[in-house]
Nanobody
Framework: DVQLQASGGGLVQPGGSLTLSCAAS????????MTWLRQTPGQGPVWVST????????AYSDSVKGRFTITRDNTANKLYLQMSNLKPEDTAMYYC???????????????WGQGTQVTVSS
């Protein structure tokens, strides 16, 4: 069965950095575009970044462009999100998901993994 397990979240001060990881199994990861999204309590999910199957194309939301970097390791079936210069407004539960995302759409909830909490606070 499909499994997506995000990890690497935590508490970080403003301006700090974190790297999130997503371990994937149960589907052909190297043939699948992957997305990071985030959600805060009471709010809808927000698209963060998407990478195509071989890593040659990436896209970022305007709010994270220049601060976050999405990468993937198809030999290890892992997706990453390097986050730097973190801001309090980056505080959210972060999820990796199967499929494309964009400014007005995120993958169906069915294709999300378990999230990891990122809290940016002094």
């Amino acid at each position: 069965d499909v499994q997506l397990q995000a990890s690497g979240g935590g508490l970080v001060q403003p301006g700090g950095s974190l790297t999130l990881s997503c371990a994937a199994s149960g589907f052909p990861f190297s043939l699948t575009p992957m997305t990071w999204l985030r959600q805060t309590p009471g709010q809808g999910p927000v698209w963060v970044s998407t990478m195509n199957t071989d890593g040659s194309r990436t896209a970022y939301s305007d709010s994270v462009k220049g601060r976050f970097t999405i990468t993937r390791d198809n030999t290890a079936n892992k997706l990453y999100l390097q986050m730097s210069n973190l801001k309090p407004e980056d505080t959210a539960m972060y999820y990796c998901a199967i499929g494309w995302g964009g400014p007005n759409s995120v993958p169906n909830r069915t294709y999300w993994g378990q999230g990891t909490q990122v809290t940016v606070s002094s």
